[in-house]
């Protein structure tokens, strides 16, 4: 799991080019690398790139994307084998996949090795390629004294066609929602490394070298097995801070390729314990009471941690309320309602009370769909806060389900 630019912390790290380095994770499975991204990640004082995590845009199932790939691909017969055969089948997955140029992409993957950001490898290992020569590898010597080849003015003009080719690149998210492609184009011989190191790394990196020079995020996964037994791997390829989306999207390409995570020889067990992502939150915080599909564990809770929510805790409705099973609702949600005052027949729900940002709360209303709406719920303690309401015209097919005590309890009596 590749990051957003900034969003893990480097301090410690000994930089290859700092402006551009990523702290990522390796794991066997891509809940493990979700769930150790989610501890690492979050603003560091210390590090003066570091960047705190905004608020996420509304997630997109994997049916609704438009999924672009690489027009024009030089990929070894087996690899262009496997990759089309995992488009094609990504294809009927997805409202759409197409084949687009890359060349604004492949041009800022040139800059990576072929510009001054070379030079900026010098400033983290001068002491040693300036002091201690003789204590550097050659093929690493090598790829440093290509910074000489640089003037400060190379260096200003590199980032000015930076700049042209980031604008020109993101125009590709206002027709797509995802890029995938292959990890690398082949899978090179160590002997083929070690006579052209420079070379090979680049020629490794053609479909992924941009992703960090445009500050976008990325994930790489298994695909298949070749013939001959090797792997072969795609990698998803989103815009920054867009990690939430990829591992969902790569979770659900994970179990249907089926293949033992790393060298354990088991299958990545589907179900995780979901990911509570370090979303900024920033000035006033609103209480939120859910009672169905947002709970933690359920299909939307994703929905709140997205807006920056936060759990606070686990409790009950006052004694006034009941619980219907609604119908024709995808996912499965309930609707809460209250007795008439004076009334009998209510009961305590279980609800969870959420804290989020004030100003993340207008878009988590917008989405919420009828017959369900946003009001206020009186909690066990007496206080008052927003939480789930239904109008009352859904209650008259739905089921009365308040004996449960709450939605989760239902659900389980399902099973």
Not at 57 to 73: E, I, M, N, S, Y
Request: proline fraction near 7%.
């Amino acid at each position: 799991l590749k990051p957003t630019p900034g969003a893990v912390s480097g301090t410690g790290l000994v930089p290859a080019c700092r402006t551009l380095d990523c702290i990522g994770v390796l794991a066997c499975t891509v809940a493990d690398s979700a769930r150790v991204m989610a501890l690492m990640e979050g603003l560091d004082a210390d590090d003066a790139y570091s960047r705190p995590r905004p608020m996420a845009p509304a997630h997109k199932p994997l049916a609704q994307l438009r999924v672009a790939t690489p027009a024009g691909r030089k990929l070894s017969a087996s690899y262009e084998a496997a990759f089309a055969d995992f488009s094609a089948q990504l294809q009927a997955q997805t409202a759409q996949l197409q084949d687009i140029p890359f060349d604004p992409l492949f041009e800022v993957a040139e800059l990576l090795y072929q510009g001054p950001w070379v030079a900026e490898r010098v400033v983290g290992a001068r002491s040693i390629y300036e002091g201690q020569p003789g204590n550097m590898l050659p093929v690493v010597r090598s790829v440093l004294d290509v910074a000489q080849r640089f003037s400060a003015a190379d260096t200003f003009a590199a980032q000015y066609r930076l700049q042209e080719l980031r604008q020109q690149a993101e125009k590709i998210w206002q027709q797509w929602d995802l890029l995938c492609v292959p990890t690398a184009p082949r899978h090179p011989r160590i002997d083929e490394v070690l006579a052209e190191p420079i070379a090979v790394n680049s020629e490794m990196g053609v479909y992924t070298n941009f992703v960090n020079l445009l500050g976008w995020s990325a994930i790489a996964i298994p695909a298949s097995r070749l013939p001959d037994g090797l792997p072969f791997g795609i990698t998803l390829i989103a815009p920054g801070w867009c990690e939430p989306d990829l591992v969902r999207w790569a979770t659900q390409l994970e179990q249907q390729a089926g293949l033992p995570a790393g060298v354990t020889g088991l299958r990545a067990v589907a179900g995780a314990a979901p990911v509570t992502w370090n979303v900024a939150a920033h000035g006033e915080m609103v209480k939120v009471a859910v009672v169905g599909a947002h709970l933690r564990g359920m299909p939307l809770n994703h929905e709140l941690q997205s807006c920056g929510a936060r759990f606070v805790e686990a409790t009950h409705t006052s004694a006034s309320y009941r619980l219907y099973a609604l119908q024709g609702t995808v996912p499965p949600k309930p609707g809460l309602a209250r007795v008439a005052a004076g009334a009998e027949g209510g009961a305590a729900i279980a609800v969870e009370v959420w804290e989020m940002p004030l100003a993340h709360f207008g878009r988590f209303v917008a989405g919420v769909p009828a017959p369900l709406g946003i009001g206020s719920v009186t909690l066990a303690s007496g206080a008052s806060c927003k939480g789930f309401i239904c109008e009352g015209q859904a209650l008259a097919q739905a089921t009365d389900i308040t004996d449960f005590g709450g939605w989760r309890a239902y659900c389980n009596s399902l099973r």
